[in-house]
Structure formats: C-alpha cells, structure tokens
C-alpha cells in the first residue's frame, strides 16, 4: 500500500528515495570539509537498522470491515509513518526507537473515509495524525503522543493528490491536500500555470502540509509563504467539514482560511483548497555578490527589500555556511539576487539591486548581463549545488556521531545585529558545553521583507565520543533548547516557515499570547471534542 510514487521506494532513514543521495565521493568530502575546516570528526562509523533489524511493537488496534481496504499494518508503512525528518527523528531512527510507532496507516481517497476515521479512532481512542509528505522537521507527524491513547493511526494524504479544476481567467486551481510538489505542477503545467511554491522539501511535501504548516517557498519576497496563495480551504474535522468561500480579497471578520493554516492537522485535515497561480516565469536573471562584512551584505538586503524590488531570490550566505558546504573558503559573505517575470524584462530591477549591492561594499562574483548560466558560475553555482545536496547530508552525519541542525526564525531591522550576536553566542556556548567543541554555526537569510530578514541558522557538532545515540539525542535536545530560548529571550519567533509541531511547543507556548492559546484550545475543543487529532501539536 505504501505511499511510494512511480515505483520508488521512500527512505526510512533519510530524505527521499532509497536510490538517491550523496555518491560515495559527495559524502567524503562533506565528511573532509567538516573535519579540515572545524576540527569536527565521526566519532563512529555506524549505519541505520536494516528494515529486518527494526522490532516494531504489535499493533494495538486492527482497522474494522468498513476501512480495512484504505488501512494497513505492513512494517515499512508503519515504519515510514512514524517518524518525520527532524535531527532527533534520525537519532531515534538510528538507535532503532521504534517504541512509539504507529499501530496503522490509513490512505484515505475521499473526504468520506476521513470521516469514517475520525468515527473510529474517536471509538477506540486512537490517535489520528495527518500526513501529507512527512518532511516535517519539528515532530509532527511523530507517533510518540504519550500513554493516554490506545492506538496511532497515521493518516496519509497521498491517495487525495489531483488538481481538480483550473480556473485560467482568474488564475486559480483547486487543489487536493495531498498532491506532492511535483505532481501539482505536472497537473498545472498543460495549463500554462504554476503554483510557483518551491519549499527545499518540493519533492515530496504536499499542498495541504505546506497549508497546514504555514510553509516558506524558495522565493525570497513577496508571494513566499503559502498563505499568500491561498484562495480558499476546505477542512474536514470530526465534527463537520469548514469550506471556505473563494474571495480574492475580504475584510469580513477574522478568515476562515487565515484560522485554518498553521493548525498542524491538530484541528482538522485539509482536504483540498482553491489556491493563486501565476505564469510560467519566461525572463530571468541572476547575479552574485561578495561581501567581507556580512552585516554589509545585510544592509544591500534592507536597502533591496525596502527599494520595492520584489526579487525572487534574495539570499545572503555567511563565510561559515559556504565553507560548510564547500562553497568559500571562510573570508566572504555571499549574495545571491535573481529577479524573474512572465511578463516583463527583469533588467531595470536586476541594475537597480545591482547598485544597492555595489554601494555598501559589495563585489560582483557573477555578472547578471547576457548570462543566463549565472546560477551556475562562481560561489553562486558552488551554493546551489550544495543546497540542492543538503537534504541528503544528515543521513551521512548521524550514523557517524556528528550532530547537525538548523532553525530559522524572524526579527526586525532596527535590532537585527544584536540578535543575529545573541543567537549566534547563545548556540556556540551550549555546543562548547554540550560537547567540549566550539562545532560550526553559521547563518543565511531564507527570506526578507521591508521591515526584517528571516535569519536561519545551521549548527554542526561532534557528538558524544564513542557513545551510543542515546546521549546524541541528550546533546542535540540541550543544544536546540538553548537556542530556542534565545531566539524567544531576544523577541524573535521560535519558527518562520518550519512550523511547530512537538518540538517547538514549549516556544510556541511562550511567543503566543496566553490568551489566544486559550482561544486555541477551546477552538480544538469544539472541532476536536475527544481530542485525537495530532495530540500535543499547537494545542497543548
Ligand atoms: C529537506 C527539507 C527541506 C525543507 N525545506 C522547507 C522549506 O523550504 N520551507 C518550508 O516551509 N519548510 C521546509 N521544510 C519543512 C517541511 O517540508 C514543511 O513543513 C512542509 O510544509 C511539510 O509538508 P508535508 O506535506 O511533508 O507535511 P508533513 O510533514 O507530513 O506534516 C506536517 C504537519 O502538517 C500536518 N499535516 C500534513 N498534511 C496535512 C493536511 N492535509 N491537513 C492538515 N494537517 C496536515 C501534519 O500532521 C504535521 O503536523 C523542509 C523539510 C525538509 C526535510
């Protein structure tokens, strides 16, 4: 039954599918970096459980006549479905931590057998956890929900993939949760269309996720996160489906759709929803610039964003984060610009960031002029490539001992500095006590807007000598809890687009205001009464 697409088989242990990752050469040298650069050195060298190594526990529940055909206990279904991709997701997966896995995997195909779940669980007392693609790197789609429960379906969205209909004059479409990135596009593109929403994770995260999440796509500014392409939504809870009305714009009271995304499945399940489309991108340009101050680099970023711009890409990569991934050697700040339309020559706005750029310092590292090879060249071209095998990287650092993390979060302008210090500082000092090793911390900007940039930081650390994963997963919890405590000390968000899940509930707890958490709760208490739906995420 799996949820694998086109015959391939998804990964337990890692990102994507079992054929794809870092050739034998790409992981030495991610391995060779690491250790020539920052002294960080494999304190193992072990493997992941074969699949005939992992014990599961017996299911506790058995799916009844009326969803037994949607329904399976299969090993690798419920192995896939308990874990998402999150640092101490791999930890758990490498020590074989499969305690807590899901009893069930559900691949529902209507809003018909949703529902018929929700009546079920809510009978047995089986928790219902919604899975689109399970890229989630917060614990959101992980089975460990506590003792209160007699059994764990995971509810995989998969099955519910289809563009249903395309609306070209006002450029729309409906879309069902469950449709990878890829897939959606391949609906979208006999129609000239594109959702235009690249999160890293496009490949196999899924359109009602990225709702559910409140997802960032690779687009710097402007139309980034997924809420502003969201038209409509339609919810299926345990009580009633909400289906919101398809409005380009309303000012009647709080949105239905606004209230919806961000829930995590705690709430209810997005079945499908109406979302903006635009044209296939047809004018493109890209430039590099390097910076030796990245604060310098930071202030070409404000004076693009607050210029009106509106570039596609507008990245800055600290000399850390490219020496990392092998694409600088330590002594530049890296930007990247890239302006693209379906309608109009990007020149005028290419010069114009150009000239931002130039005026605080920085020096052209690729040229934007008559080269549409210019992502491909330079330290630009180096970052790309790393990006694109960064997914893959973790798979080759936990079996090995090394700890490796990121997390992005938001700030303002005015005190960007003193955070970007505070943030920085807080992370090196837990992995300098954690694990006796200054690691490696280093900083890019995902996203910005005209009043602040959307900092996301990477740590790297040797874990625990010679020690088994157990006291990993120790470390990696101090460390990621040192630092969700500064970003949430210094008035930053604990998360810009990687969500909250299970562990960033505590954060999210404190950042939110006590109030609206409680308004939260009781909202979970009228859609959700028996409480089954994604216990312990958004909702405490
Ligand atoms: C390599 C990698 C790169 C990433 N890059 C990005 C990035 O660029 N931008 C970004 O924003 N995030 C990124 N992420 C995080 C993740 O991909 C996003 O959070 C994504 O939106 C999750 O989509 P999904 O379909 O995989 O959802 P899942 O991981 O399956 O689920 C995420 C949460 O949403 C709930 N959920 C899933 N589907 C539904 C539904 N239909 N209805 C209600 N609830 C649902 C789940 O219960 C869970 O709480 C990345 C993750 C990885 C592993």
């Not at 005026?359 to 490539?385: K, M, S």
Request: net charge negative; hydrophobic share 35%.
């Amino acid at each position: 039954m799996a949820n694998d697409t086109a015959n391939k088989t998804l990964k337990y242990w890692g990102w994507g599918y079992a054929e794809d990752g870092l050739s034998a050469d790409q992981a030495k040298s991610l391995l060779n970096t690491i250790s020539e650069g920052f002294g960080i050195e494999p304190s193992r060298d072990g493997a992941f459980p074969t699949m005939d190594a992992i014990t599961l526990p017996t299911p506790r529940i058995e799916a009844p006549a009326n969803l037994s055909k949607i329904c399976t206990s299969d090993t690798h279904d419920r192995v896939v479905h308990s874990f998402g991709q999150s640092q101490p997701d791999s930890i758990r997966i490498y020590n074989g931590d499969f305690e807590h896995a899901v009893d069930l995997v559900a691949y529902p195909k209507t809003s018909a057998d949703i529902a018929a779940i929700y009546d079920w669980a809510g009978n047995k007392n089986a928790a219902v956890i919604p899975f689109g693609g399970g890229s989630s790197v917060v614990g959101g789609v992980t089975s460990d929900v506590g003792c209160n429960f007699n059994g764990v379906i995971s509810v995989d969205m998969t099955r519910m993939n289809k563009v249903l209909e395309v609306d070209p004059i006002s450029r729309a479409a409906r879309i069902q949760g469950g449709a990878r990135g890829p897939e959606l596009e391949a609906q979208l593109k006999p129609h000239g269309l594109t959702l235009r929403h690249f999160p890293q994770s496009f490949e196999h995260s899924t359109f009602g996720g990225w709702v559910a999440t409140r997802s960032g796509g690779h687009f710097a500014t402007l139309y980034t996160h997924i809420d502003d392409l969201v038209e409509s939504t339609t919810t299926v809870t345990p009580v009633g489906n909400i289906v919101s009305r398809r409005l380009p714009g309303s000012g009647a009271g709080p949105s239905p759709d606004r209230f919806m995304m961000g829930t995590e499945g705690a709430l209810g399940i997005i079945t499908e929803g109406w979302a903006r489309l635009q044209g296939r991108p047809t004018y493109k340009a890209t430039a590099g610039f390097r910076f030796t101050d990245f604060f310098d680099a930071a202030r070409a970023v404000r004076m693009v964003s607050q210029a009106g711009l509106f570039p596609a890409n507008l990245r800055i990569v600290d000399g850390t984060e490219l020496k990392v991934n092998g694409a600088g050697d330590g002594s530049f700040a890296l930007m990247v610009v890239s302006f693209e339309s379906a309608d109009h020559p990007v020149d005028t706005w290419m010069a114009r960031a150009e000239e931002c750029c130039l005026d605080v310092g920085g020096v052209i590292d690729v040229d934007w002029r008559n080269n549409p090879e210019a992502n491909l060249q330079g330290a630009v071209g180096a970052w790309r490539t790393a990006f694109i095998r960064m997914p893959y990287n973790r798979e080759q650092l936990t079996p090995r001992g090394i700890i490796s993390d990121t997390f992005e979060t938001s700030t303002t302008w005015d005190v960007f500095e003193s955070f970007y210090h505070a943030i920085k500082d807080a992370t090196q000092a837990a992995i300098r006590d954690v694990t006796g090793h200054d690691g490696a911390v280093s900083c890019r900007f995902s996203h910005a807007y005209p009043d602040g940039p959307a900092p996301y930081f990477a740590f790297h650390a040797p874990g625990n000598p010679g020690g088994d994963g157990t006291v990993m997963l120790e470390q990696w919890q101090e460390i990621k809890t040192r630092c969700s405590d500064a970003l949430i000390a210094n008035g930053g968000t604990i998360t810009h687009h990687h969500a909250v899940g299970r562990d960033h509930h505590k954060w999210y707890e404190q950042q939110r205001p006590a109030l609206f958490g409680n308004i939260l709760g009781d909202a979970k208490k009228r859609l959700d009464p028996k409480g089954i739906l994604n216990p312990g995420v958004i909702v405490g």
